[in-house]
């Protein structure tokens, strides 16, 4: 059963399966029909459906790691704005 996510700034997910297997998704923000993340240790840009996330979290293929500390989250946010620019 799909439900609707409760994402924080700076939160983070582990992918434990699939596509971006071994990354960890460091959330950004929220666009209309996708929730966009920082992966590290890529630092690439990651935006992704809602409904594939939140079905990936239902099947625990993304699972919550922790909250970063507001340093660390400005520097993410700060370098998700920068890959944005550089395209």
């Given at each position: 059963?799909?439900?609707?996510?409760?994402?924080?700034?700076?939160?983070?997910?582990?992918?434990?399966?699939?596509?971006?297997?071994?990354?960890?998704?460091?959330?950004?923000?929220?666009?209309?029909?996708?929730y966009?993340?920082?992966?590290?240790?890529t630092?690439?840009?990651?935006?992704?459906?809602?409904?594939?996330?939140?079905?990936?979290?239902?099947?625990?293929?993304?699972?919550?790691?922790?909250?970063l500390?507001?340093?660390?989250?400005?520097?993410?946010?700060?370098?998700?704005?920068?890959?944005?620019?550089?395209?």
């Amino acid at each position: 059963m799909s439900h609707r996510m409760n994402l924080v700034r700076g939160d983070c997910y582990g992918v434990h399966t699939g596509t971006y297997a071994g990354e960890i998704l460091v959330y950004i923000e929220e666009g209309a029909d996708s929730y966009c993340f920082l992966a590290v240790p890529t630092m690439v840009n990651r935006v992704i459906s809602k409904l594939i996330i939140e079905n990936a979290c239902d099947k625990d293929i993304i699972k919550y790691v922790e909250k970063l500390p507001k340093s660390i989250i400005k520097i993410c946010t700060d370098q998700f704005k920068l890959n944005i620019s550089c395209q």
